[in-house]
């Protein structure tokens, strides 16, 4: 899985689009389906075979990887999820959520999941090129050029070159990122026009990073000159996050270009947020999630009293009320802080009672790893998985 549409995105922010980027890269098609067809043909013919068979794995696999293939992170997630609760003990949906954490710009969140595939028995090679990038957002560039050159030789080696290109760029070397793209010249690659513009940019050569637009898209030198002059002033995490997810900081905040699927032209939506952006204070930090990662995974949106639908959670305690639930879940807090650490409580009512939970989890798997953390220190964690009749809405006071 390699985001390959957000990374075309990307290339359309400094409008070398159109002709220049197909639908979907070649190389992305073969590793998610044995047949010659779109990412988009192979999502219908998985989703299909999911219509008769909901839990059948492989096709919740392919159904993820062409999900996030067509930009769609959101449904890869929820196929992603289901394929963790029909096979948990596979790495699989493991290295898919954390592609999905990637493809969201949340590379502290995509760590944890990759460590967990690796712990499966995933070999790296088989998620470096993502969670290389994982480290391009946060960063540290050698470790995600170390992990981009693992993956050169596997099924992700294209989109690996890529990223390695723009990586180095990224850490100042133009010669040895302009280098790395010879290979992919020689095939005619259709995505280097782009990434030679990104590399002059990158570098601080800008005169160089408008003639290579120029050249693709003849008259756009006005509409990009904004990006193109920015992109040097970024931290390195979000210079990675510009030319990779086409997220820009947008005064505290990092801004996507769009939420929607990928169109022909993206120069407006540039405009406007180059518009609405004021250049970037000395000093600031990176604006990409910073936050300690959480090593299991939420399901979102947060079931209120209102929304129950069935979902997978740990049960700490149960009770009578309220009160005596919050004061428990603070008890238990206050021994293992660490640990209960970006954890919310939840209470379930029920018609035996109050129990005080955690979660939702997309996958058991993920329940799992929490519960044996748990267990570590001497609490007991049951699964839980409410029925539609079950009233959650977050524990008062916490």
């Known amino acids: 899985m390699r985001g390959s549409l957000k990374f075309q995105l990307a290339g359309a922010l400094v409008a070398c689009a159109s002709a220049l980027v197909a639908a979907t890269p070649s190389h992305a098609q073969g590793s998610y389906s044995p047949y010659d067809e779109s990412p988009a043909a192979a999502l219908a013919r998985y989703v299909r075979t999911l219509a008769s068979d909901p839990r059948d794995f492989q096709s919740l696999i392919g159904a993820g990887k062409a999900a996030l293939e067509l930009g769609d992170a959101q449904a890869a997630a929820g196929f992603f999820a289901r394929a963790d609760d029909a096979n948990p003990r596979s790495p699989l949906p493991q290295a898919g959520m954390g592609a999905v954490s990637v493809a969201n710009g949340d590379p502290q969140a995509a760590l944890p999941y990759f460590q967990r595939a690796q712990q499966l028995g995933l070999p790296v090679a088989s998620f470096a090129c993502d969670r290389g990038l994982a480290y391009d957002l946060l960063g540290q560039q050698a ?31 133009r010669n040895a990122a302009l280098q790395m793209l010879a290979p992919l010249s020689a095939r005619g690659d259709s995505g280097v026009p782009r990434i030679r513009a990104f590399i002059f940019a990158l570098t601080g050569d800008s005169n160089s990073a408008m003639t290579a637009i120029n050249a693709a898209m003849p008259g756009s030198w006005s509409r990009v000159k904004p990006f193109v002059q920015r992109l040097p002033s970024l931290s390195a995490a979000q210079r990675a996050a510009a030319v990779n997810l086409g997220i820009f900081p947008d005064g505290g905040e990092s801004a996507y270009a769009s939420a929607a699927a990928p169109s022909a032209d993206r120069l407006s939506d540039l405009e406007a947020l180059l518009r609405a952006s004021p250049p970037p204070q000395a000093g600031r930090a990176p604006v990409i999630s910073t936050a300690r990662p959480v090593q299991v995974a939420y399901a979102r949106p947060l079931p209120t009293a209102s929304q129950s639908q069935s979902k997978i959670w740990l049960q700490l305690a149960s009770g009578t009320d309220d009160a005596s639930l ?16 970006g954890l919310r409580p939840y209470v379930a009512r029920t018609a035996g009672g109050a129990r005080l939970l955690v979660g939702p989890f997309r996958g058991r798997s993920d329940a799992e790893i929490l519960a044996e953390d748990f267990g570590s220190v001497g609490i007991e964690a049951l699964n839980f998985t409410n029925s539609q009749a079950d009233r959650i809405a977050p524990l008062g006071g916490e």
């Open 143 to 173: 470790k995600a050029q170390d992990d981009y050159r693992v993956a050169l030789s596997g099924r992700d080696g294209d989109e690996a070159r890529r990223r390695l290109a723009l990586s180095l760029a990224i850490s100042g070397d």
């Open 326 to 341: 919050s004061s428990e879940f603070r008890r238990l807090k206050s021994k293992n802080p660490d640990l209960f650490d």
